[in-house]
């Protein structure tokens, strides 16, 4: 059973701030790592996305992977009182049939 | 540039009617497609896939049944609503590996 955990949060921030998102996997054949960003009564968007071991920075949104410890972080830097929704981590796995997991999502409120 | 389409995006319909939820891929060939629900505060719950025109896989038994009729076309389906059926469907496809894209969504409530 491939699993994907998020802390449901709300995680609070103040305006200007980093804000840090966490993601564990299960599935050590996991191969690509996805960022969404929803907010609410509106569709997911992707926002990250990561392969390969390190990170990778796209303006203030860092993606971090560490295969060796199962993880994959997003940093959203000067966070913004508009950055607040929900982050949804998604994972694929090598072959079969490229479904991704979906994690449950972690609840981001920047406040002023 | 890839578009994804979902159409209608609001919905409100009774128990027992018949349900057609429409979803199309535009700039893209031979995608992968899925349907998704997400309850109110819940996560999101894969309910078909497919990986080509005519092939369909199913992850929840349930009521409502998918069809692919052509390659950028995915349309989920039902004979019968039920109450549990109330959700905000989600199309989306992607290549293989690779990222995948949502479209805007259908909310529908059954009353």
């Known amino acids: 059973q491939k699993e994907v955990e998020q802390n449901s949060g709300p995680l609070s921030v103040p305006e200007g701030a980093i804000a840090s998102l966490n993601c564990t996997y299960s599935d050590r054949g996991s191969q690509s790592f996805f960022w969404y960003r929803q907010y609410s009564g509106k569709s997911p968007e992707l926002i990250m996305f990561?392969?390969?071991?390190g990170d990778k920075e796209d303006g203030r949104f860092t993606a971090q992977l560490n295969k060796a410890s199962q993880y994959v972080s997003l940093l959203i830097r000067d966070s913004q009182p508009s950055d607040s929704a929900t982050y949804l981590c998604a994972v694929k796995v090598i072959g079969g049939s490229y479904i991704p997991t979906f994690g449950r999502g972690t609840s981001l409120i920047v406040h002023p | 540039s890839q578009t994804i389409h979902q159409w209608p995006a609001t919905l409100v319909q009774p128990v027992g009617s018949p349900l057609s939820l429409e979803c199309t891929v535009e700039?893209?060939?031979?995608?992968?497609l899925y349907w998704y629900r997400q309850a109110a505060g819940r996560g999101l719950q894969l309910l078909f896939y497919s990986v080509g025109i005519g092939q369909i896989s199913s992850e929840v038994p349930q009521n409502l049944s998918a069809s692919r009729p052509q390659d950028r076309q995915f349309i989920l389906s039902s004979k019968k609503l039920l109450l549990s059926d109330s959700g905000f469907y989600l199309c989306?496809?992607?290549?293989?590996?690779?990222?995948?894209?949502f479209g805007p969504g259908t909310r529908l409530t059954v009353t």
């Open positions: 990561i392969y390969s071991n």
């Open positions: 700039g893209t060939s031979n995608p992968n």
């Open positions: 989306a496809w992607s290549l293989s590996l690779y990222e995948q894209y």
